[in-house]
């Protein structure tokens, strides 16, 4: 979603949400943040939250993608209920907040996604990041700017986006496996 010279969110709308599969990693309401592993084909602790922080929403990957972190593209799912590790869940992708983090004197690309999960009753009317909660939506960015803090790892907001740009991260990080 490009921004208005007064810093509003300006609308992207597709005219169809693009749906994807989201597999979970960590619950909503965790602080502990699972990864998968693909050599052993399990979920691995991979790092426990700090005192007071834990996952606003479900956090996942769309599999069969690679970001520039060479992860999996992560992603935020709206949901009503916190969902388990390994569950798929049909969703619809309702913009991107696009970041740059700063790890041991290495800057690089680690974009979110967000979706709603389709059998989702509160969050059904979302089909652009513009339709959530300002709050929320602030809410969501200072979590991904504040819990890597503590591992020395900076990050920095670039832009919030609606879900063409979410689409085009999506396939760009679909030629890259």
Not at 51 to 54: A, D, H, L, N
Not at 130 to 133: V, Y
């Given at each position: 979603m490009k921004r208005n010279g007064t810093g509003t969110p300006k609308r992207e709308r597709a005219s169809q949400p693009p749906e994807i599969a989201v597999i979970i990693e960590?619950?909503?309401g965790s602080r502990n943040k699972l990864k998968y592993d693909p050599?052993?084909?399990k979920y691995k602790l991979s790092k426990v939250m700090p005192?007071?922080?834990?996952f606003p929403y479900d956090f996942g990957f769309v599999p069969d993608t690679k970001a520039e972190d060479g992860d999996p593209l992560d992603v935020l799912l709206l949901t009503d209920e916190p969902l388990f590790p390994d569950c798929v869940?049909?969703?619809v992708l309702v913009g991107v907040i696009e970041l740059e983090q700063?790890?041991?004197a290495?800057?690089?690309r680690n974009d979110r996604l967000i979706a709603v999960a389709k059998a989702s009753l509160l969050y059904s009317e979302i089909k652009d990041l513009?339709?959530?909660?300002p709050t929320v939506l602030k809410q969501i960015e200072a979590f991904f700017v504040n819990y890597p803090k503590v591992r020395d790892v900076q990050v920095k907001i670039l832009d919030r986006r609606g879900p063409a740009r979410a689409m085009e991260i999506l396939r760009e990080s679909q030629r890259k496996k």
């Open positions: 960590t619950p909503k050599g052993k084909r005192e007071g922080m834990v869940v049909d969703s700063t790890e041991e290495e800057t690089q513009a339709d959530l909660n």
